[in-house]
């Protein structure tokens, strides 16, 4: 069985910058898709980045160029570098997997593995 952790989180000004980390056990890191999604206060879920197990990119637009994701798979861990972070940037982030490779990758249906999320606060 998959888990996931998240790290990272916190409290940041306006402009400042973060990397959450999550650390997958249970299977074999480098064959999953990794995402990122993030929920507001009386919000839905939403994408923020995914990952391929090859490398490939995706951002959602509220954060291109402001953000990055990665990959170590030996040590088996996913990153999220954000940078001119945004007091709109304030939610609970999740890193999630899904079982199969092929996909929608900015879709939360998509996923069937979930950390339990790691708060984060941009004060303005």
């Known amino acids: 069985q998959v888990q996931l952790v998240e790290s990272g989180g916190g409290l940041v000004q306006a402009g400042g910058s973060l990397r959450l980390s999550c650390a997958f056990s249970?299977?074999?890191?480098?064959?999953?898709?990794m995402g990122w999604f993030r929920q507001a206060p009386g919000k839905e879920r939403e994408f923020v980045a995914a990952i391929s197990w090859n490398g490939n990119t995706y951002y959602a637009d509220s954060v291109k160029g402001r953000s990055t994701i990665s990959r170590d798979n030996a040590k088996n861990t996913v990153y999220l570098q954000m940078n001119s972070l945004k007091p709109e940037d304030t939610a609970v982030y999740y890193c999630?997997?899904?079982?199969?490779?092929?996909?929608?990758?900015?879709?939360?249906?998509?996923?069937?593995?979930w950390g339990p999320g790691t708060q984060v606060t941009v004060s303005s």
């Open positions: 249970g299977r074999t890191f480098s064959a999953y898709v």
């Open positions: 999630a997997a899904p079982r199969s490779r092929l996909v929608v990758f900015s879709r939360v249906e998509e996923y069937d593995y």
